[in-house]
């Protein structure tokens, strides 16, 4: 069982940055590939980035290249997510995910980013 926790969220204006954090629990977080999903009032729940294992490679959504980074460290069992030049349509609940194949799938419980035009 893996729990995760994101905080980091908040109110910031376009063009702000925010840092989002996942912290998990459990000795086994290096073995789970990790990514952030988001999901916005009235939209289904969208893919943001994703990390593998040891962190060499990501994974993003087209509309968060270049202005989002996925990062970990498995020393601390935790996942970032640096957001930059943030836009209205980034406003959405922020969701942390832990995949591991073929059974494994654990959810955070959200962290709200809200950015004012």
């Known amino acids: 069982q893996v729990q995760l926790v994101e905080s980091g969220g908040g109110l910031v204006q376009t063009g702000g940055s925010l ?49 989002f980074t996925i990062s970990r460290d498995n020393a601390k069992i935790t996942v970032y997510l640096q957001m930059n030049s943030l836009k209205p349509e980034d406003t959405a609940v922020y969701y942390c995910h832990a995949l591991r194949i073929p059974n494994y799938n654990y959810w955070g419980q959200g962290t709200q980013v809200t950015v004012s035009s």
């Open 19 to 67: 840092r989002l954090s996942c912290a998990a629990s459990g000795h086994t977080f290096s073995s789970y590939t990790m990514g952030w999903f988001r999901q916005a009032p009235g939209k289904e729940r969208e893919f943001v980035a994703a990390i593998n294992r040891s962190g060499g490679n990501t994974l993003y959504a087209d509309s968060m290249k270049g202005r």
